[in-house]
């Protein structure tokens, strides 16, 4: 082991207060990039923030980059050593809204609990930029910067609204690089490093059923009038079996996952299911996590059970939302549900469909070198084997990337473990997970720099 990777460890260690301080700075930045929701200047003040902070890394090449949806993506360059690889890092910049109703402490103020800390963004992903920058001032403060960068930080990857996306298909020189970390994933546990090999793609759908003019009274019209709700109810309730298999029309539900596996047991810790409730589906978790397609009501338009009146109501809305693994077309599932609602909708009611975003499913390579030298360095890092799982969440960015640099070794991992609670109320990271994959990662970086000098 060198002089600088026996320094790396301490540098990482004194580095961690300003970890800690700069998450505190960004998760009070309500960066959510919905005007309905939170207003938009504030993910303009978090995007200026990682500027500023990409800038006092001697990534002077960094500026705000407007992209298609609206959103700016925080683009930095770098130029190392002569020969020197380059390294593509991402993180994302823009969270879930954080209604406080059910938070412990206030989602916008990072709140140390029980050794977790917590906020919006802690883990997913603001909690990764500063992993990002620790790594990078961990290095200057042992050396210099030993490859060349690309640091890409994202403004509207929760809103699924593919503006980056756009972006680097139009100009997918700007995201030339051997090797891409893609910081948006996590690890099975705490202390358990893990690289991610397979993302499920994502098709939002959102489904309106009209029956009526206007509403009825239900004593007067109920049992011959058709009901837009419970034509709803009805179509939604085709899609999941008895056992909890997803059961649209025409779609493969039938995948099997060739890794390592997810013990249904600490599933069922993990997602905090009820005490005699079942874990769905008819294989085994991590086939239906990981390699089957599964659709989720987000959302149902519908009058609130408090005040409701006895009426029969006209029209019904949906929002679905439809994780394709890898191996199926995101585009051709959406348009599968589709047709399946129009088919199973009762009594002639009529139905309109909208697909309101796509994101493709992803499966990485797992024979390159970076991705050899990447699980080297978080194993030392955190002093046990890395190991490999697949995410049930969708990164649309990285199927972008890969088709943008077909060449390049991408790699996932992060932060969130399963107490983070990602995009629910009380969302954490452990401090470890960054101190250990900040120090990870930056042992890559400088001997992926090492290596071709």
């Not at 060449?407 to 101190?435: C, F, K, T, Y």
Request: proline fraction near 6%.
């Amino acid at each position: 082991m060198s002089t600088r990777e026996e320094n790396l460890p301490t540098a990482v260690e004194e580095l961690m207060p300003r970890a800690l301080s700069d998450l505190r700075d960004l998760v009070a930045l309500r960066s959510v990039q919905d005007p309905a929701v939170e207003d938009p200047q504030q993910c303009r003040l978090a995007a200026e923030w990682a500027r500023q902070a990409l800038l006092d890394l001697s990534l002077s090449d960094t500026a705000l980059v407007p992209t298609p949806d609206g959103s700016d993506a925080v683009i930095g360059h770098y130029q190392g050593p002569n020969g020197a690889p380059r390294v593509l890092l991402y993180a994302h910049y823009d969270v879930q809204p954080a209604p406080p109703a059910d938070w412990v402490s206030d989602p916008w103020t990072l709140t140390e609990r029980d050794g977790r800390y917590y906020g919006r963004g802690a883990a997913d992903c603001k909690g990764s930029i500063v992993t990002h920058l620790t790594a990078l001032r961990a290095l200057l403060a042992t050396g210099d910067l030993p490859v060349s960068l690309t640091v890409v930080l994202e403004g509207s990857e929760e809103q699924g609204t593919a503006g980056l996306e756009q972006y680097v298909a139009a100009h997918p020189e700007e995201f030339a690089a051997e090797a891409i970390l893609i910081q948006d994933t996590g690890n099975v546990r705490v202390g358990q490093p893990t690289l991610t090999v397979a993302l499920r793609g994502v098709a939002d759908l959102v489904v309106e059923v009209e029956a009526l003019h206007g509403e009825l009274h239900s004593g007067a019209f109920g049992g011959a009038a058709p009901d837009a709700l419970a034509a709803l109810v009805s179509m939604l309730a085709t899609l999941r079996d008895a056992e909890g298999n997803t059961t649209i029309t025409g779609l493969d539900a039938t995948g099997t996952w060739p890794g390592a596996g997810y013990d249904a047991e600490a599933f069922t810790a993990d997602a905090g299911m009820l005490e005699g409730t079942h874990v769905l589906g008819s294989g085994a978790v991590a086939d239906t996590l990981w390699a089957r397609p599964a659709v989720t009501i987000l959302g149902i338009d519908a009058p609130a059970v408090s005040g409701a009146v006895a009426a029969i109501q006209p029209r019904a809305a949906a929002r679905l939302n439809l994780r394709v693994p890898p191996g199926q077309d995101a585009g051709a599932a959406a348009e599968l549900l589709r047709t399946h609602l129009g088919q199973v909708a009762p009594w002639g009611v009529r139905v309109r469909t909208e697909v309101q975003g796509l994101g493709s499913p992803f499966g990485a390579r797992t024979d390159t070198t970076a991705f050899a030298q990447l699980s080297q360095a978080l194993t030392e890092a955190f002093g046990t084997a890395t190991i490999t799982a697949g995410q049930g969440g969708s990164i649309p960015l990285t199927a972008a990337l890969a088709r943008a640099q077909p060449n390049a070794s991408i790699v996932m991992l992060g932060l969130s473990d399963p107490a983070s609670q990602m995009h629910a109320p009380n969302e954490s990271v452990h401090p470890d997970e960054i101190r250990h994959t900040a120090l990870g990662v930056a042992l890559f970086l400088h001997r992926l720099g090492v290596s071709t000098t």
